[in-house]
């Protein structure tokens, strides 16, 4: 029986993503784990895996062609023995075909609904716990990724050929999606949650344009990641009570300190091992700021409170076209110098769109830092499942009074923007008061 290879859901809330490349051609053999294409989404481009093996009978959606939807059949496999020129006649697209239909003709009010939601699992890849036999079928590789996870394999929605669980199913049920329909909602089975409020639409191009004259403008089309922080940002807005605190820290121990530490690295091949900054050392404050006021380490959902273990710490980086925050996980844990190494691994591979799901989403807080633009002051958006994130304004010089005696100090502010719902005013002045005591006495990083 053919085998359907179809666009894979990379994130939770992917939609659609642009096949960028074919790595394999019609006629090759293909094996588990084989590496068959790059796929292109809103924040990175990921290398599709092989989960079954096969001859390659028929690449149905060409390399380059953008906007392919979740679910799609994007190419046939020839199971063992099979004749690939009757896989290849297009037998095997027709269940997906018919699965895409009931999307097409959702009402809008249901499309917004889901918007914001794991892309759904199509009925075509029924998880494995309903077959007759009430066997879970997952590759090797995904079962141990679960056990070490603490997943139970059967609670995972499976997207390979006929339900299969494999590894990126595994991957996206540890960063908070990809349950089965059932398991996620079971809590709420007894009292659905009522459906989401449709989001404002913004503007029409007939709208605006009317205010121009012809030829003074040009359209420059929404890519994907431009359309997904829209649609993120707009809906935090519009159902996260903000409120901001900011504070005012003087730099002059933590500069002196990172001069220390930065002329005291040691060298490999004749560079330093590393090279600290000021923004290695906002990451590390305020993860241990989480850490002494755990109450503030928290995501708000409409059930519970989910209080965090491990201060997961992400941090905006600007790439063309948009923004994406790779995070730094368990950073009350990491030295100083591990911070300031991965950071730089993961912005140098945020900027050329090569980061794995698991290394941007999530995260228990985030830190935007303007600073280095010149930006004294401003207040940041809280990024769900986040409750908190930290706006890093630039360090410069000011007259301060100590002692009743003016003097120059070095000064940065600080917004902490926060989700009303989860963290109160008191709470969150007490956890921006314990990240200003680490910037103001660095040493405390280091024990």
């Given at each position: 029986m053919p085998i359907n290879i179809t666009m894979p859901a990379l994130s939770p809330t992917m939609e659609e993503g642009n096949l960028a490349k074919w790595l394999v051609k019609e006629g090759d053999k293909v094996s588990s784990g084989d590496v068959i294409a790059e796929i292109e989404t809103d924040k990175a481009t990921m290398e599709v895996e092989a989960v079954d093996e096969g001859t390659v009978a028929k690449l149905v959606v060409p390399a380059g062609t953008e906007g392919v939807k979740v679910n799609a059949v994007i190419a046939v496999l020839a199971a063992e023995g099979e004749d690939v020129?009757?896989?290849?006649?297009?037998?095997?697209?027709?269940?997906a075909a018919k699965a895409e239909a009931p999307k097409a003709e959702a009402a809008p009010a249901a499309?917004?609904?889901t918007a914001a939601a794991p892309a759904p699992v199509p009925a075509a890849q029924v998880s494995a716990s309903a077959s007759s036999d009430n066997r879970t079928f997952a590759s090797p590789l995904a079962r141990r990724l679960a056990k070490e996870a603490g997943i139970d394999v059967s609670a995972v929605s499976g997207t390979g050929p006929r339900g299969r669980v494999v590894k990126k199913d595994v991957e996206m049920a540890v960063a908070g999606g990809g349950l089965k329909p059932?398991?996620?909602?079971?809590?709420?089975?007894?009292?659905?949650?009522p459906a989401a409020a449709p989001l404002a639409k913004g503007p029409s191009d007939e709208a605006v344009l009317k205010n121009f004259a012809e030829g003074s403008y040009e359209l420059v089309p929404h890519d994907g990641m431009r359309k997904t922080i829209a649609k993120r940002l707009q809906e935090s807005k519009q159902t996260i009570p903000h409120f901001y605190v900011s504070v005012d820290c003087e730099l002059d121990a933590l500069l002196a300190l990172r001069a220390q530490l930065n002329a005291s690295a040691p060298e490999k091949d004749g560079k330093p091992v590393y090279k600290l900054s000021v923004n290695d050392m906002v990451i590390k404050a305020i993860a241990l700021a989480l850490r002494d006021v755990p109450d503030a380490n928290v995501s708000w959902t409409d059930s519970n409170m989910v209080k965090h273990k491990h201060a997961d710490v992400g941090v905006a980086v600007s790439i063309p076209g948009g923004l994406i925050t790779p995070i730094i996980r368990s950073a009350e844990t990491k030295s100083l110098s591990a911070i300031s190494n991965e950071m730089k691994d993961l912005g140098a591979r945020a900027k050329s769109r090569k980061l794995k799901p698991e290394e941007y989403q999530g995260g228990t807080t985030a830190v935007s830092n303007m600073g280095m633009m010149g930006v004294k002051n401003f207040a940041a958006v809280v990024n769900p499942p986040h409750a908190t994130i930290l706006a890093v304004g630039a360090g410069e010089e000011r007259v301060v009074v100590k002692k009743g005696q003016m003097v120059v100090a070095n000064?940065?502010?600080?917004?902490?923007?926060?989700?009303h719902r989860a963290v109160d005013g008191a709470l969150g002045a007490e956890l921006l008061g314990a990240f200003r005591r680490y910037i103001e006495n660095p040493m405390g990083m280091l024990v």
């Open positions: 020129s009757v896989a290849a006649s297009g037998n095997g697209a027709a269940p499309k917004a609904a059932a398991a996620a909602a079971a809590p709420s089975a007894a009292a659905p949650a000064v940065m502010t600080v917004t902490l923007s926060t989700d």
